[in-house]
């Protein structure tokens, strides 16, 4: 429901409220944040904004123009359930204070001009948007990186590696490696935490429609969310990984949503159902078509994946991102689309016969990237696709492992360089209106070449000693 500031005023008077949170996203994707006094904030605020040095955010301002400015969108507003005193959470776009203009680098202005972008070309009017983000609940973690040394160590109680420990209260239920998906407790011994995030979520207005546990051991978990439209629900994913974070903090664990935290057991993805509409109309449904899709949603799919090497340096945007992704498992790194093939980049769920269910299923983004940033990306695709009628070929609904080899299936990058390099070469259909700049564009790629390619290039990594330590 739209407010207006006004609105928003009086209903933190009536909640008592004492503080005002505001939060913006950096260009990589995290939250970022400033309270001030309720006293601060007026209906002037929601105008003129509230200031902050962009110097120190991430892929923002250099020092010499750091001056920036937040302006706090009404609708955004809820409760923050975390914090010990009544507390107002406002989303904020960033501004130029000396243009008055959107600063070019904000990724929630990136998701609105996708948005405006759609209407203006007449295809349809909004786009719906159902993102799965897994994530693992673990009880324990620590990790250096020195000079002379580098590591990481993680823990879960639900571990099926503490299978043989010698503890008291060692009672040995726990999914075993790959098995996690769906037992009941006492195995899936996260399920009421995941309620209480569930809970947690709802009352801050995300309508969730289930949880449960993920493939892996040591609590992989995924909430899912019902489909919004595309910044809206981009905000609901910052707000859902607040709310999973703080929670299991509030539980004495910790999660996180690197895509591939464990060895040799299943990553956490971001599989993400998308559709079109105009008006109360479902565009991507046609009786007749392939698995109830219109042509438009083949044209639709034939642009996610002729871009989907260059997508994939902002829909799995780390280097960890490629662990997950990984040829000869289930991995979604071939650029086909099935109904059933779950190692296909795109996949049309089947789950219901209503028109108004019809929506293809991105595969490949995982919950490191930035949502504003990935979501615009994948909808330009995909208007890409129908504007230059893309053709997708044909479905792959075969075991991708038994085709034979004479036959050549195209397939995401293999490394966060090789994406980075292929969107490089291919952004000119995140361009069209407006909707994304070079100049953000480039920065990105910049940003990450140096603070995470290289970065890790640089380092020794622990299983090199076992290889090549005594050679």
Known sequence: MARSPKE??????????RMVDVKFVDLPGTWQHFTVPIEELSEKSFEEGLGF?????RGFKTINESDMLLIPDPDTAILDPFTEVPTLSLICNVVDPITGEVYNRDPRAVAQRAEA??????????????????FFILDHVRFDQNQHYGYYFLDSEEGI??????????????????????????????????????????????????????????????????????????????????????????????????PKPL???????????????????PLFYDPAGYAGLSQLALYYIGGLLKHGPALAALCSPTTNSYKRLVPGFEAP???????????????????????????????????????????????????DGIRNKIDPGQPMDRNLYEVGPGVKIPSLPGSLEEALD?????????????????????????????KEVDAIRQRPHPYEFALYYDI
């Open 53 to 57: 040095d962009g110097s120190s955010i």
């Open 117 to 134: 972008y759609l209407k203006s070309t007449g295809i349809a009017d909004t786009s719906y948007w159902g993102p799965e983000a897994e």
């Open 161 to 258: 590696w503490n299978s043989g420990k010698d503890e008291p209260g060692n009672h040995g239920y726990r999914p075993r490696n790959k098995e996690g998906y769906f037992p009941v407790p006492p195995v899936d011994a996260m399920s009421n935490l995941r309620t209480a995030m569930v809970l947690t979520m709802m009352e801050a207005g995300i309508a969730v429609e289930c949880q449960h546990h993920e493939v892996a051991t040591a609590g992989q978990a995924e909430i899912d969310m019902k489909f919004t439209t595309l910044t809206r629900m981009a905000d609901q994913v910052m707000l859902y990984k607040y709310i999973v974070k703080n929670t299991a903090r509030k539980y004495g664990k910790t999660a996180t949503f690197m």
């Open 263 to 281: 060895f040799q057991d299943n990553g956490s993805g971001m599989h993400t159902h998308q559709s079109l509409w105009k008006g109360d109309t």
């Open 422 to 450: 292929a969107l490089e070469k291919d952004h000119e259909f995140l361009l069209q209106g407006g909707v994304f700049n070079e100049d953000l564009i480039q920065t990105w790629i910049e940003y990450k070449r140096t």
């Open 333 to 383: 790194v071939n650029l086909v689309y099935s109904q059933r093939n779950r190692s296909a980049a795109v996949r049309v769920p089947m789950y219901s016969r209503n028109p108004k269910a019809k929506r293809i299923e991105f595969r490949p983004p995982d919950p490191s990237c930035n949502p504003y940033l990935a979501f615009a990306a994948m909808l330009m695709a995909g208007l």
């Open 8 to 17: 928003v005023l009086a209903w933190a008077r009536e909640k008592q409220v």
